[in-house]
């Protein structure tokens, strides 16, 4: 999709300006990619690729959360012998606390658009399956160093998604 594009031509120009760029991963289908990240343009890593998309047809963000918290814990585990400077995180934010301990000089935060805003909340379940993750979400959003979107219209659905942060002064950019 569009949000993914704007972060492989991302990634190549800070390649090109003279920056190491690895992009991590819990999961890459090389014949449902951008075409840099399959030639060798880019260096991709992937963890957790062993872990489930969904359990019983469910679950889909709490698995997603976890599979990137994999991720983040195996950046975080390399630190010692691969330090990074700069981490830039797409799209799901509860993997913002692990990061931090990798100890990178800063943490960027790209929201695409509130996860929570993304799925209704029809039942009872739904809306208890629901209640955390979206608390984890506004809660770990705010761990990053800047946060970034595409529009002023995105800004204002995250400042309505995010009320704590929008009160604390979260605000995110604009790109």
């Known amino acids: 999709g569009g949000?993914?594009?704007?972060?492989?031509?991302?990634?190549?120009?800070?390649?090109?300006?003279?920056?190491?760029?690895?992009?991590?991963?819990?999961?890459?289908?090389?014949?449902?990619?951008?075409?840099?990240?399959?030639?060798?343009?880019?260096?991709?890593?992937?963890?957790?690729?062993?872990?489930?998309?969904?359990?019983?047809?469910l679950f889909y963000a709490?698995?997603?959360?976890?599979?990137?918290?994999?991720?983040?814990?195996?950046?975080?585990?390399?630190?010692?012998?691969?330090?990074?400077?700069?981490i830039i995180v797409d799209q799901v934010s509860i993997c913002l606390p692990l990061l931090r301990l990798a100890r990178p000089s800063g943490v960027i935060f790209y929201c695409h658009y509130p996860d929570k805003l993304?799925?209704?909340r029809d039942t009872l379940m739904k809306k208890m399956y629901r209640a955390p993750l979206d608390l984890a979400e506004e809660l770990t959003t705010g761990m990053a160093d800047e946060i970034f979107v595409n529009s002023k219209f995105t800004a204002g659905v995250f400042a309505g998604a995010f009320p704590l942060l929008d009160r604390l002064g979260g605000k995110p950019s604009v790109l």
Request: charged residues 25%; aromatic residues 8%; negative net charge.
């Open 62 to 86: 709490a698995c997603a959360y976890l599979r990137m918290s994999w991720v983040a814990l195996r950046i975080a585990l390399m630190q010692q012998t691969q330090p990074f400077d700069i």
């Open 118 to 120: 993304l799925t209704g």
């Open 3 to 57: 949000a993914e594009r704007l972060v492989v031509d991302a990634a190549v120009a800070l390649q090109r300006s003279g920056h190491e760029v690895t992009v991590f991963t819990a999961r890459h289908e090389p014949e449902h990619s951008f075409e840099e990240t399959r030639d060798g343009s880019l260096k991709v890593v992937v963890f957790g690729d062993f872990l489930p998309r969904r359990v019983l047809g």
